[in-house]
Structures are given as C-alpha cells and as structure tokens.
C-alpha cells in the first residue's frame, strides 16, 4: 500500500519561500508532484501537514492541501482494489 504526505520540500524560492509538494510513497521509493503553492518555513506545520494560521491564506490553502491529500488517497485506494482484483 502506498502512503501520501504534504510536505515542505528545501528548494528555497529566491523571495525565501519553499514549495509545497505532495510526497508519495511506494515499496520505500518517493516520488514528488508539487502543488503550486509556496510558504514559508514559518508558516508550515510539518507535523500537523498543514499552514500556520500566521500565512494570510491559510485557510484556503489548508482546505486544498486537505482535499489534494483525499484525492491522492482515493486514487491509491482504486489502484490496490483495481490489483487485487486482477
């Protein structure tokens, strides 16, 4: 089973931002799709996978992190059930 994470990768932007990305990971192999979106070190919760409330957006991008994570889960759920029943 293949597991999904929200996480801040290192490549700092030139104006001090980092990129967000979604983290996927099968058989201990990491692939990466980055999201968009920037933040800064400060603004990002690594242990909760979420935006500070201190980011002025955080809210609207915590609910697209939420719902990319969901996606992200339901398209790996088909992929297992689709596996197992072939």
Do not use: C
Request: charged share 30%; hydrophobic share 35%.
């Amino acid at each position: 089973m293949a597991t999904a994470k929200i996480v801040l990768r290192k490549k700092k932007n030139t104006d001090g931002t980092f990129p967000l990305a979604l983290r996927i990971t099968k058989d201990r192999k990491s692939s990466y799709v980055y999201l968009g979106y920037r933040v800064r070190e400060k603004d990002w919760d690594a242990t909760a996978q979420r935006v500070r409330k201190s980011h002025p957006n955080a809210q609207r991008l915590n609910t697209f992190l939420m719902q990319t994570l969901a996606d992200a889960g339901n398209v790996m759920l088909d992929f297992d059930v689709q596996r197992k029943q072939s």
